[in-house]
Each structure stands twice: as C-alpha cells, then as structure tokens.
C-alpha cells in the first residue's frame, strides 16, 4: 500500500515537472500518476519489496540483477517512455477526443508496456542462456571439455 502511494506521488511529481497541470486538470494528472504507479511500481514491489537499496539499484543505477528484475525494469521504463512519447500529439490542433489530456499518455504507457513486457522476456531469456552458458563452459551449442592428450 505504501509503495503504491509513494509510486503515485513520484509519478505525479515527474508528470508535473514535464509540464501538466498544478492545479488545472490536477484529477487528471492523478489518474495518470496511478495508472503509471500501477504499471510500474506496483508489478515491481512484488519482487523488490520494501529494501530501498533494490529499488535505488534497478530503478536508478539501471542495473538489474536478476530475469525478475530485469523483465519489471524493462515495463516500468517502456511505459514511462511510452507515456512520454504519447503526450507528443497533446499539443498539435486538430481538437480529438482522443487528444485530450491524459489520453495519449495512457495509451502510450499501455502499448509500451506491452512492447516492454516482450522486451524484459527477451533479455531475461538472453540472460540466462548467457548466464547458463558461462556456467557449463557450452560454446555455441557444444560443452567445452578437456582434451584428453595421449602419452606414447
């Protein structure tokens, strides 16, 4: 619960700071703060859990360390940048409904968490066959082993 409202408050405080509203569309730019806080700090709090040094780790250095951390990172940080690519059409005249402020950047966020939950499987997946990979000693598809040398 506590994650959720402090991903909710971040949220809202990076949404303002790229240029919504304080006070005008303030309902909007909440709704929108959830909805990120939902795709990004919420799905990650089951991994990371309250360690702080975790969350500081994978969210800021950009370093994750495992195929679970690896996959939420790579959701969080699509549909953030999915959110912000989205507000591009925000200001251009054309007077859509679905230009209006806070579409866009939900539907952004929603594709690109999509596209980033491809992503984070394909980099995990990638992960551990390099990880096994190191493990095994197996060089393209074959276990390295020693050669035996035969003494005459």
């Known amino acids: 619960m506590a994650i959720g409202a402090v991903g909710i408050l971040i949220c809202h405080i990076f949404a303002v700071l790229f240029g919504a509203g304080i006070i005008q569309q303030a309902k909007e730019t909440s709704q929108l703060a959830s ?8 799905p990650a709090s089951f991994v990371l859990g309250t360690d702080l040094e975790s969350w500081l780790r994978v ?4 370093s994750p360390r495992t195929y679970t951390e690896t996959a939420f990172y790579c959701q969080g940080m ?6 912000w690519l989205g507000s591009i059409v925000i200001p251009l005249d054309w007077d859509r409904p679905w230009q209006a402020w806070p ?3 939900v539907l952004g966020a929603s594709l690109f968490y999509c596209i980033g939950t491809v992503v984070g499987l394909v980099v995990s997946v990638a992960m551990r066959q390099r990880a096994m990979r190191r493990e095994f000693g197996i060089i393209n598809g074959k276990a390295e082993g020693k050669k035996k040398v035969k003494t005459g």
Do not use: D
């Open 35 to 42: 909805y990120l806080s939902l795709l990004t700090f919420y």
């Open 103 to 105: 579409v866009p950047c």
């Open 78 to 83: 699509m549909a953030i940048f999915g959110a």
């Open 59 to 62: 969210f800021i250095h950009s």
